[in-house]
């Protein structure tokens, strides 16, 4: 008799598959962090992937103080402008606003995207907000697409960051000084670090139940379709639940990698960038960061880095990278 157990196919984790809201992603869970006030993310653009040879800075790999090859992604990471920030309170319902602060040199591509109160004034709005009761403050940062030779759009994406890191008056002040300022990526991260990626994966319409799940197909016997699946399931309760792999939606949906090192941080786009650029994305003109592996999303997406979740006990040292190889991805 062959085995029964027969464990199911595709995860539900992450059900609903539905396509995500917006192109940027949202960031939903912070950590906490010991050093002082900060960015706790930073957005860039997704350019492509490469490989290069970094000595192993793992020290159980078998491969340790090794010259290895590894696959690595480059994300350019031009400066993002700080326009506004926000101030929360913690309620037994969640975090409720106070507040907000605005620049007063807001770019007009941020009023087309955002409804931005008219005529207002950054001292004023300041006398509103009641410190004592601030629990939490934000960022509200905006990123300048015009300057990305390989995105084909001017409008800005808007996003949320955390300032994290020292006391909650530490952090007022903190957000007081970058408001209405241009922010880059050595303020958030270094060389070595560890970070979480999120971006929204690339999108493929509606699939199919073989494609989408897995499933096996049925026999060459059936008389209906073999990209099919076999039942819906039991007849009580008289619905289908949501357990049974059905076709539908794949891909576009939210995605977060955890815990990717830092390889490198630079200023030079020419030392990353292949010959003939990186394919549907063009040469790096901007800052970028060279990320160890695959992160999601197609080139020209946004992601978002942050500091990461799940970290515990994690050396915090500058790899040392041989060679990055600028090779030709177009297949010639």
């Known amino acids: 008799m062959p085995d029964k157990h027969h464990p199911r196919r595709g995860s539900m984790g992450y059900s609903p598959r539905k396509r995500a809201a917006a192109m940027t992603p949202k960031i939903r869970s912070w950590p906490e962090v010991d050093e002082g006030p900060k960015l706790q993310g930073f957005p860039g653009f997704k350019a492509g992937m490469t490989h290069a040879f970094v000595v192993d800075y793992r020290p159980t790999s078998t491969t340790s103080s090794q010259e ?70 934000r960022a509200i940062v905006h990123t300048h697409p015009e300057n990305v030779s390989g995105v084909p759009r001017k409008t800005p994406d808007i996003l949320e960051l955390r300032i994290g890191g020292g006391t909650i008056p530490e952090r007022i002040e903190f957000g007081e000084k970058i408001l209405g300022k241009e922010v880059e990526y050595e303020k958030f991260a270094q060389t070595g670090a560890m970070v979480d990626v999120s971006a929204i994966t690339k999108g493929k319409g509606t699939q199919g139940h073989v494609k989408r799940w897995g499933v096996k197909l049925l026999s060459h016997k059936n008389s209906k379709s073999r990209r099919n699946i076999g039942t819906t399931g039991v007849f009580i309760p008289g619905y289908i639940r949501p357990t049974v792999p059905q076709a539908g939606q794949m891909g576009f949906h939210q995605r977060t990698e955890y815990n990717k090192r830092v390889l490198k941080v630079g200023d030079n786009g020419e030392d990353v960038t292949p010959s003939g650029g990186f394919v549907n994305y063009g040469k790096i003109r901007n800052p970028y960061v060279l990320l ?14 942050r500091d990461p979740v799940r970290i515990s006990g994690v050396e915090v040292r500058e790899p040392q990278i041989t060679y990055i190889s600028t090779e030709s991805k177009q297949g010639a």
């Open 292 to 305: 160890h592996g695959s992160i999601p999303g197609p080139s020209k997406r946004v992601v978002v880095m």
């Open 68 to 137: 290895v090859r590894v696959p690595v992604t480059v994300v350019e990471t031009p400066p993002i402008s700080v326009c506004g920030l926000r101030f929360y309170r913690k309620t037994h319902e969640g975090l409720q606003t106070l507040g907000e602060v605005w620049a007063n040199n807001v770019d007009k591509k941020v009023r087309r995207r955002f409804p931005i109160p008219k005529n207002f004034k950054t001292k004023e709005m300041w006398k509103k907000i009641e410190r004592s009761e601030v629990d939490e403050v």
